[in-house]
């Protein structure tokens, strides 16, 4: 099956694609059916080469693998060839053609076999220069995306800013409540150690005035020994003379 060659919207001047315009890459034998290839041609057909890389790249089948390389392959033929631009270049056709049927046999009950078909395909992907009006229609888009982009990033920007400054002036609030706080606390913690340090120094002062009463009933005691120790060594001769005048009064009677 050779399938339709070029787009509904091409002219009839175009018979068979690549013949009279355009640069194409070629991948034959690829082991795929032309059925599953044509599937995933059909999302790429007419649409520029980077939107196409793009489908290619999120297309969720394994043929698209190879559509991919064979597009890649067919831009870089037309960079490097043929002097075209790559951001100009769009698929101007993209077909599978049927290629060789590898038959292999499946054994089956009772002697029989069945027949296995291992198909292949042809991949052909076609680019060209798109005209100037699409050209121009694509500029103006990218143009007014990246206008909008600049806008919406502008305006991003405009909110983190706004958002920042929202945040600081709640942050300077909480640094002020938090300062207040800390100074609140080092008051109190002030006239604690202020209150403790005026009780320490009544607790020293009593301790002086007990020590103090104390040296001086020991000053009195002392001197009262003093006074017991003088009066004791005046009695003692005194005591000692009368014993004698005794006893020398019992020798004259005797």
Do not use: W
Request: with cysteine; hydrophobic share 40%; proline share 2%.
């Amino acid at each position: 099956m050779t399938g339709p060659k070029l787009n509904e919207a091409q002219s009839p001047a175009m018979a068979r694609a690549g013949e009279s315009s355009g640069t194409r890459a070629v991948a034959k034998h690829v082991r795929s059916s032309a059925y599953k290839a044509r599937v995933v041609l059909d999302l790429i057909r007419g649409l520029d080469v980077r939107r196409a890389d793009e489908v290619l790249a999120l297309t969720q089948r394994d043929i698209a693998r190879d559509i991919r390389k064979v597009l890649r392959s067919a831009v870089a033929n037309a960079v490097n060839n043929d002097g075209q631009d790559a951001e100009e270049l769009f698929v101007v056709a993209c077909f599978a053609d049927e290629g060789t049927t590898l038959k292999r046999f499946r054994p089956r009950a009772r002697g029989r076999a069945t027949r296995i078909r291992k198909r292949t395909c042809h991949i052909t992907v076609i680019v060209a220069r798109m005209s100037d009006d699409r050209l121009e229609i694509l500029r103006a888009k990218a143009e007014g995306a990246s206008a909008s982009a600049a806008a919406a990033r502008r305006a991003r920007v405009d909110a983190s800013r706004r958002r920042a400054e929202a945040a600081q002036s709640d942050g300077a609030d909480d640094v002020a409540d938090e300062v207040t706080d800390e100074v609140a606390e080092e008051q109190e913690a002030e006239a604690v150690e202020t209150e403790a340090v005026e009780a320490d120094a009544d607790a020293a002062d009593e301790d002086a005035v007990a020590e103090t009463d104390a040296d001086e009933a020991d000053v009195d005691e002392a001197d009262a020994a003093d006074d017991a120790d003088e009066v004791s060594d005046v009695e003692e001769p005194a005591e000692a003379e009368a014993e004698s005048e005794a006893d020398a009064a019992d020798e004259e009677k005797n």
